[in-house]
DNA sequence: CCTAACGCGCAACCTTTGGTTGCTTTTAAA
DNA sequence: TTTAAAAGCAACCAAAGGTTGCGCGTTAGG
C-alpha cells in the first residue's frame, strides 16, 4: 500500500492540469505545448513544465518534429498508472468492509474477532 | 472528466503523506495527530496540517476527546473519493481502446471511421 | 530568397503547499 | 498541586505550480 516507489507515478497523475493534459493528448492522439495551452487555462511555458514531469515519469514521449515538439501518450505506463489508482481505490474499499465487519462482530460478541482483526503488519 | 469541481477530493487524497493517513486511519479505527506521527517519517505539526485538509475535504472527521483530538476517516467521503479515483482510471482505459480501434480503422480503411472518432465536445 | 511569424527554450520572479523548529496553552493524572 | 502529555499557534524554509519577458531556430509566404 501506498509502496513509496511508485509515488513518482501516482504525484505524475495527482495533479489536475497533468490529468487534463492526458485527457486531451488521448482524445487527439498527440499534442505540443502550444496547442494544449490553448485548451487549457494556464500558459504554454506552465504546460510545458507539466510535459517535462510527464515524460520523466514516462507517461508521454515527445518527439521533434520541424519546428514544433509532439508529444504523445505512452499508453502501456499510463495503463500502469491506472492500475496503481484502482489498486488503492480498491485497498481502501476491503478496508472499509473489513471495518463494518469488526464493527457489527463487537456489537454481537463484545469483543473484537482476533481472526477478522489480523491483517495489518505495514 | 476532471469536472474540476471535485478537485478538492483529488488533491486531499492526491498527497502521499495524507494517503498514508487514511491507510493507518482505516487500519486503527481511529487516531490522533500525535499518534499518527509516530507512525509516519513526518513531524506531529505536518500531521496536523493535513488532518486539517482531510477535514475540510470532509474524508476525515475530528472529534475532542479530554485532552486528545480523535480523528476517524468517512467511509461515505471516502467511498465518493475511491469512485472518483476510479471514474478517472476507467475514462482513461476506454480512451485506450478507442485510439487503438482507431489506429486499426485507419489502417485497414486509410481513413478515421468518423462514427467511432465522435466522443468530444468537452 | 528572405523575412515575418510561429513555436520553443531559458531565466527571473511570485505564491501556495508540505514541512520544519520553537513556544504557549490546556487537561489529565501522580 | 504540580507535572507532563497532547494540542495549538507562529515564524520560517524549500519545492512546486504558475507567471512574464526574452532570445533563438525553423518554416511559410510574399
Redesign the pocket.
Known sequence: MSTRVDDDLW?AV?????RRMIDRLLAEGSG????L?EQL???????????A?LDKAGLVH?A???????YRVDEAQLARAVAQLNAVGSAWDSRLDRIKRIAETIQRTGEPDTETERTEKE
Not at 495527482?14 to 497533468?18: E, I, K
Not at 506552465?46 to 510535459?51: R, S, T, Y
Not at 521533434?64 to 509532439?70: K, M, P, Q
Open positions: 504525484s495527482g495533479d489536475p492540469t497533468r505540443t505545448a502550444t496547442s495551452s487555462p494556464v500558459t504554454r511555458q506552465a504546460v510545458a513544465k507539466h510535459l514531469v515527445g521533434a518534429a520541424g519546428r514544433e515538439r509532439r
